[in-house]
């Protein structure tokens, strides 16, 4: 029984995580196409319309950059920028952003 539940757990942790580990300082390497329109750190958007992506939960970033990139989230801008992205790349990003401190900002 000890031994079915061990394998049963290798199995299943590996499943529980991210295909790819992202690596935040190649995320920030990646992100100078990301600032035009979100900012530096992703922390200050050039306009309301723009998300704020600094503090984001990391998986949540991964997850829309993937529907962008499959075509489940509608946005012809952002589907452009996100075509080539290997799935290294998005994780990298989602790490970065994820990594910066949410930052509370007001538009006059």
């Keep these: 029984m000890?031994?079915?539940?061990?394998?049963?757990?290798?199995v299943l942790i590996p499943l529980s995580g991210p295909a790819w580990a992202?690596?935040?300082?190649a995320?920030?390497?990646k992100s100078a196409t990301c600032a035009a329109c979100h900012g530096a750190g992703g922390a200050v958007p050039i306009s309301p319309q723009y998300p704020i992506?600094?503090?984001?939960?990391?998986?949540?970033?991964?997850q829309a950059l993937?529907?962008?990139?499959?075509?489940?989230?509608?946005?012809?801008i952002m589907a452009g920028l996100v075509a080539a992205l290997?799935?290294?790349?998005?994780a990298d990003l989602a790490a970065y952003?994820?990594?910066?401190?949410?930052?509370?900002?007001?538009?006059d």
């Design 2 to 10: 000890r031994i079915t539940t061990i394998l049963i757990i290798a």
């Design 27 to 29: 995320g920030e390497e």
């Design 86 to 90: 290997s799935e290294q790349d998005i």
């Design 66 to 76: 993937q529907q962008y990139q499959s075509g489940e989230r509608k946005n012809m």
């Design 53 to 62: 992506l600094a503090g984001q939960h990391e998986d949540y970033l991964a």
């Design 97 to 107: 952003f994820a990594a910066q401190g949410s930052t509370l900002r007001t538009i």
């Design 22 to 25: 992202g690596d935040s300082k």
